[in-house]
Nanobody
């Protein structure tokens, strides 16, 4: 069983930045990949960014150049640095760990509004 705890969400003005953190209960080194997803009201959950065990990253087109996913093995934590935030980035952001099974965090709300 893997427990994931997200933090770092909040209210930010357009153009602002936030850094989300996802702390895992186990060693993230053993995970196939970790990712960040988001779900806006009335919409399906979508993949935002992933980072594989080898360090390869992938982003959806709408966040490329603005968001960066990274990890810290010593802290068993994955981050999502979000810059130049837009109102359309407003959503609940979820952390995911891809192991033999798939595990999810409880989510953290990000609201981009003036």
């Amino acid at each position: 069983q893997v427990h994931l705890v997200e933090s770092g969400g909040g209210l930010v003005q357009p153009g602002g930045s936030l850094r989300l953190s996802c702390a895992a209960s186990g060693s993230i080194f053993s995970f196939n990949a970790m990712g960040w997803y988001r779900q806006a009201p009335g919409k399906e959950r979508e993949l935002v960014a992933t980072i594989t065990r080898r360090g390869s990253t992938n982003y959806i087109d709408s966040v490329k150049g603005r968001f960066t996913i990274s990890r810290d093995y010593a802290k068993n934590t994955v981050y999502l640095q979000m810059n130049s935030l837009k109102p359309e980035d407003t959503a609940v952001y979820y952390c995911n760990a891809d192991t033999v099974l798939s595990f999810w965090g409880q989510g953290t709300q990000v609201t981009v509004s003036s």
